[in-house]
């Protein structure tokens, strides 16, 4: 088997290994109860952020300015790649740092569709733009109803190889990781450190 091969042959079978792994937490989810999984998500917010759980008030919305601002989605996207490029973990959108689920209506306000819909089909635009399309298949969100507030889950896995965002504003290529409950930027030495040692097929 020729180098080429042998690549396309890897590629292939980290796709065929996420796509088994979103089905598993697909079929988890599907077999508890509303109940059950609002008392599973209350436990992980009320555990607070860590290196496998992120809280991010918002998609779209600016709440110190109190308007859209597009330069929510660059934020988001870090957090998501920081998993990727980990070990996965959930991304809450609608929740505080102070733990409270203060909802998705100021998102849903100033999406083009005014509802949950909107909110995911931005949510995709966001890694389609920031990550690549190509990684739609190691997040897994959804959107959860706590006492009358909506609030997205972003479930993500971790991939089999190092994943990027584009910073529009450099346009250069940027990487992170998860680490002290936070997500890190790694310069060019770092990440290339990192890589050498996170993945070792590469």
């Known amino acids: 088997m020729e180098i080429n091969d042998y690549e396309d042959f890897l590629e292939q079978r980290r796709k065929m290994i996420a796509k088994k792994i979103k089905d598993y937490y697909f079929s988890l989810s599907s077999s508890k109860s509303d109940k059950e999984k609002n008392s ?5 917010i009320n555990n607070g952020e860590n290196n496998y759980t992120e809280f991010k008030s918002s998609l779209k919305w600016d709440y110190e300015n109190k308007r859209a601002d597009k330069k929510n989605g660059y934020i988001i996207a870090r957090a998501i790649v920081s998993f990727m490029n980990s070990d996965g973990g959930k991304l809450f959108i609608g929740v505080n740092d102070d733990k409270e689920i203060i909802g998705l209506k ?11 819909d909107g909110f995911l089909l931005y949510l995709d635009n966001v890694i389609n733009n920031y990550i690549g399309k190509e990684y739609h298949q190691y997040v897994i969100p959804s959107i959860e109803n706590i006492r009358g507030k909506d609030f997205c889950v972003v479930e993500v896995l971790n991939s089999g190889t190092p994943v990027y965002v584009t910073n529009n504003e450099t346009n250069k290529d940027e990487f992170y990781i998860r680490g002290s409950a936070s997500t890190l930027f790694l310069d060019s030495k770092e990440s290339n450190e990192y890589i050498k040692t996170h993945w070792a097929n590469i």
Request: negative net charge; proline residues 0%.
């Open 40 to 44: 599973d998500y209350m436990d992980i």
């Open 106 to 116: 100021n998102d849903y306000k100033v999406m083009q569709n005014k509802n949950s």
